[in-house]
């Protein structure tokens, strides 16, 4: 079956850095990927669809220059937490379209947890 | 007021049991829904999707009725397998993109 493939599975980063995150379509090509993003307890709630080729759109109240994404490839994208803080310490999963099926497959997901 | 909305249990029942989830969906466009089963510090797994005539995978059933935006999942003969968070999922005004619910958990003991 298809399989998303997301790295890292964990970070531990200090304050201020920036974190880099990649989602992989491994065995067809995605012209759609999503970010999403779950608080503890929480449902995963959408951050940006990821187009490739063109930019991506954020959803409301999704800061695009703090959540930089690129999607250069038709099996790669990823998101790249800028200046990371303490509050956007969460879990970010990754999922990309299989063509012509309608049927998201989820990467493994990131836990970051900023210090 | 949140697009999906769902009852978040916990569900304990006993194995064998048969047990049912329900969920609303706010947004009438939304087209496409789905159960996803999410384990514990996991990402989320498509269980089935949801068709207006209803579906049925093995022990899960799946139904929906647009009138009332209402979806429902049914579990029979549970397994202790089962334990997990079902989260129900209809798809957003921008097409593909998924709302997600809550999730409801589920516990299943010997």
């Known amino acids: 079956g298809a399989v998303v493939s997301q790295h890292p599975s964990w970070v531990i980063c200090k304050s201020g850095t920036s974190v880099k995150i990649e989602c992989r379509s491994l065995?067809?090509?995605?012209?759609?990927m999503f970010w999403y993003r779950q608080f503890p307890k929480q449902s995963l709630m959408l951050m940006a669809t990821?187009?490739?080729?063109?930019?991506?759109?954020?959803e409301q109240g999704v800061e695009k220059d703090k959540f930089l994404i690129n999607h250069a490839s038709l099996t790669l994208s990823t998101l790249t937490v800028t200046s990371a803080h303490p509050e956007d310490s969460s879990f970010y999963i990754c999922?990309?379209?299989?063509?012509?099926?309608?049927?998201?497959?989820f990467g493994a997901g990131t836990r970051l947890s900023v210090l | 007021r949140k697009e999906v909305e769902q009852d978040p249990g916990p569900f304990n029942v006993p194995e064998g049991a048969t047990v049912a989830f329900n969920c609303t969906y706010s947004n009438s466009a939304s087209q496409s829904f789905f159960w996803y089963r999410q384990d514990c510090r996991k990402e989320p797994k498509l269980l089935m999707s949801?068709?207006?005539s209803g579906n049925e995978d093995g022990r899960f059933t799946a139904q929906l009725n647009r009138a009332s935006q209402y979806i429902s999942l049914l579990i029979r003969d549970s397994k202790l397998s089962d334990s997990a968070t079902y989260l129900c999922?209809?798809?957003?005004?921008?097409?593909?993109?998924?709302?997600f619910g809550k999730g409801t958990s589920l516990l299943v003991t010997p």
């Open positions: 999922v209809a798809n957003s005004n921008s097409g593909y993109a998924l709302n």
């Open positions: 990821s187009n490739e080729g063109s930019k991506a759109t954020y």
């Open positions: 949801v068709y207006s």
């Open positions: 065995d067809f090509q995605a012209t759609t």
């Open positions: 999922s990309a379209m299989e063509p012509n099926a309608n049927i998201q497959y």
